[in-house]
């Protein structure tokens, strides 16, 4: 039961231009977060925002979330090539937030 | 990579044998996870850990197993291990910040069954 699904599933821009990821979900939340993978690594954890929150900022980094719609975007503006790399949204229960399901990633690609 | 170490980091192995893999935390973290990434699958739980001696099942656990005799280790036994188990595993940790749960990852394990 995949709770978290990405779209797209990929994406190549020219560095400099705003990235943008979208993730859809089923069920109620307590919060979403954004990880970003590395080509050969471990997961990162990026940025958590919580059920009553609607935007998140970070460096260049801002998350939305529409619980009416289940979905969250992320926006990476001013992309840089070490963006490149896969985003996956992850998504706890309302029961058992120590439990996330993730998505399938959506692979970024930052061209010079 | 958050105080946690994988190993092995990359194995090969025949149909049949059993395999373990082994995930050691510095961070004292309560929760541990035991994840398996294929691609078109993203990554799915396998097992996690709440504490010493407690653990559960996750989305796609048939066929391992786990243990936890000590907070820092995390072990998952593939019994009897299948080409379908061919994949990369990753562990992962957390704690309550606060009520929210940030995951930390290991580096991986490239596994291989042939």
């Known amino acids: 039961s995949q709770q978290g699904e990405e779209d797209p599933q990929a994406l190549s821009i020219q560095e400099g231009e705003n990235a943008t990821m979208n993730c859809s979900y089923k069920?109620?939340?307590?919060?979403l977060q954004w990880y970003r993978q590395n080509s050969g690594r471990g997961l990162v954890h990026l940025i958590l925002?919580?059920?009553?929150?609607r935007e998140k900022h970070s460096g260049r980094l801002r998350v939305t979330l529409d619980t009416s719609k289940k979905s969250s975007s992320l926006l990476i503006t001013a992309s840089r090539a070490a963006d490149t790399a896969s985003y996956f949204c992850?998504?706890?229960?309302?029961?058992?937030?120590?439990?996330?399901?993730f998505g399938q990633g959506t692979r970024l690609t930052i061209n010079p | 990579d958050a105080g946690i170490t994988q190993s092995p980091r990359h194995k090969v192995t025949e149909t049949g044998t059993p395999v373990t893999l082994r995930c050691h935390q510095t961070?004292?973290?309560?929760?541990m996870y035991w994840y398996r990434q294929d691609p078109g699958h993203g990554l799915r739980l396998i097992h996690y850990?709440?504490?010493?001696?407690?653990?559960d099942k996750g989305e796609v656990s048939d066929g391992y197993s786990v243990s936890r005799s000590k907070t820092e280790d995390f072990l998952l036994t593939l019994e009897s291990a299948t080409s379908s188990q061919t994949s990369v595993y990753f562990c992962?940790?957390?704690?309550?910040?606060?009520?929210?749960?940030?995951?930390?990852f290991g580096p991986g394990t490239r596994l291989t069954v042939t």
């Open positions: 992962a940790i957390s704690d309550s910040q606060g009520g929210l749960y940030e995951q930390y």
């Open positions: 069920t109620s939340i307590n919060n």
């Open positions: 925002i919580r059920s009553n929150e």
């Open positions: 992850a998504t706890d229960a309302m029961q058992g937030a120590q439990k996330l399901v």
């Open positions: 961070e004292n973290h309560r929760y």
């Open positions: 850990s709440y504490g010493v001696k407690d653990t």
